[in-house]
């Protein structure tokens, strides 16, 4: 059975439309869905890559060109692995992790730290910083960057990044690149740090509300189901909150991480294995739900158009602007039809319409005969951006290699 028709096309290629002769990962995708970040490890994107390493790169959708983002301000390739990237809604900024030593002159604390590239300027700076400057003293990982690209936030193993870091785990920061300051932001509502690793942050569009997930016990009062859950810190206000469970207090969720957070900080969808969370949630298999912060309310997005929970897993979410698309990946054979291909896929959730669609299609409607993963959606909701093995998405696709996908929301309207 074929699905729906659909507008996709393959953007991990060079500006001459070669195909990358390496496996691609991990989009990320700007407010409007020109402008498309991944990481690599194919050589021939772009002239002169010769480092054998991954990288990060911008494909320009609008002018069909392909730039490396993991450079030094002079143009020199870095030289190590770059990886995670993400981008700023205009598409000016990119952050990404890397341990390269090169990109920035002093980089010598032997770690992986983040950065930024400005597309503009053609300027790299190191964000994994103390307030003064000063090289953290481990290892910092997966970036998210604010709309207008001025915070960032990463995990990080260092201590020295904020005065009283004692707690000897992994903690999420913010980093302010217009005053230069660096703040902890997996802290409780007194400020107390974390008694557990706290890591995968997530940032709204103006920089106030950060998602993170973590096993801390005392983020929170009365947070004693000793798993990871998935709390929001508000930066106004001071103040954290846990959303990975009901609102009544009165079922817990089991490892709940993964999230992502609407432009305003109102809703965040997460990973969660059910357990009591909200009704036909409870199969013990993880599912994707999203919380309302305003309501108070849980919602199960990793079902069917009829309602029907996935019967295998559902993985990392990606929100639109306004909360109302929720983009997963999923093992589940129940959730759209025709998906036979016993593969990872991805599927978009519209919430105001109550319908699940596949989206690892080819134009005709063939669902993609290997596993699709990594889906990013646009501010907008237009388009999703996803890591796929499969080789007939699009045409002449005999490269091998995971490549980047890009589908097209008007398309998923038909």
């Known amino acids: 059975m074929r699905n729906k028709h659909f507008a996709i096309e393959r953007i991990s290629v060079s500006s001459d439309g ?5 496996d691609s990962f991990f989009p990320d995708i700007s407010w409007n869905g020109r402008y498309v970040a991944y990481h690599s490890v194919a050589s021939n994107l772009v002239p002169g890559d010769g480092n054998n390493a991954e990288d990060v790169f911008v494909y320009d959708r609008k002018a069909d060109t392909t730039e490396i ?23 000016r900024f990119v952050t990404y992790q890397s341990d390269a030593p090169n990109l920035v002159p002093g980089d010598d604390n032997n770690a992986s730290d983040i950065f ?17 400057g000063d090289a953290a003293n481990g290892f910092s990982f997966q970036p998210s960057i604010s709309a207008n690209g001025r915070y960032v936030v990463f995990d990080s193993e ?8 004692n707690n000897i785990d992994s903690d999420v920061f913010l980093h302010d690149r217009r005053t230069g300051t660096t703040e902890r932001v997996s802290v409780s509502s007194g400020g107390a740090e974390a008694l557990g690793p706290s890591s995968q942050g997530e940032i709204s569009a ?14 929170v009062p009365g947070d004693f189901d000793n798993t990871s859950d998935v ?13 990975s469970f009901p609102p009544d207090q009165s079922g817990r969720a089991m490892e709940s991480s993964g999230s ?35 309501k108070g309310t849980t919602e199960l997005v990793s079902v069917s158009s009829n309602g029907t929970e996935g019967n295998l897993g559902s993985f990392e979410p990606s929100i639109s602007a306004d909360g109302r698309y929720v983009t997963f990946y999923s093992l589940a054979t129940n959730l759209a039809p025709g998906d036979d291909n016993n593969a990872t896929d991805v599927f978009v959730r519209d919430r105001k319409a109550d ?10 409607g063939t669902v993609g005969n290997g596993g699709s993963f990594d889906p990013a959606i646009s501010g907008n909701g237009h388009y999703v951006a996803y890591s796929s093995s499969a080789p007939d998405l699009v045409r002449d696709d005999d490269n091998g290699v995971s490549d980047i996908f890009v589908a097209a929301r008007f398309s998923w309207l038909l």
């Open 260 to 294: 992502a957070i609407s432009a305003n900080g109102r809703f965040v969808a997460f990973t969660s294995i059910g357990s009591g969370r909200v009704p036909g949630g409870g199969d013990n298999t993880p599912d994707v739900f999203v919380y309302d912060r305003e």
């Open 18 to 22: 070669t195909a990358g002769n390496g």
């Open 231 to 243: 709390f929001v810190y508000d930066r106004e206000k001071g103040t954290t909150e846990l959303v």
């Open 355 to 364: 319908t699940t669609t596949l989206l690892s299609v080819a134009r005709d």
């Open 206 to 219: 103006n920089g106030r509300f950060i998602s993170f997930t973590s096993l801390a016990s005392n983020l």
């Open 158 to 165: 260092a201590s020295n990044l904020v005065p009283g870091d």
């Open 69 to 91: 983002i993991s450079v030094a301000s002079n143009g020199d390739g870095g030289n190590g692995f770059s990886s995670f990237p993400a981008i700023s809604a205009n598409g």
């Open 116 to 132: 930024v590239r400005d597309r503009k300027t053609d300027t790299t700076e190191i964000v994994s910083v103390t307030s003064n």
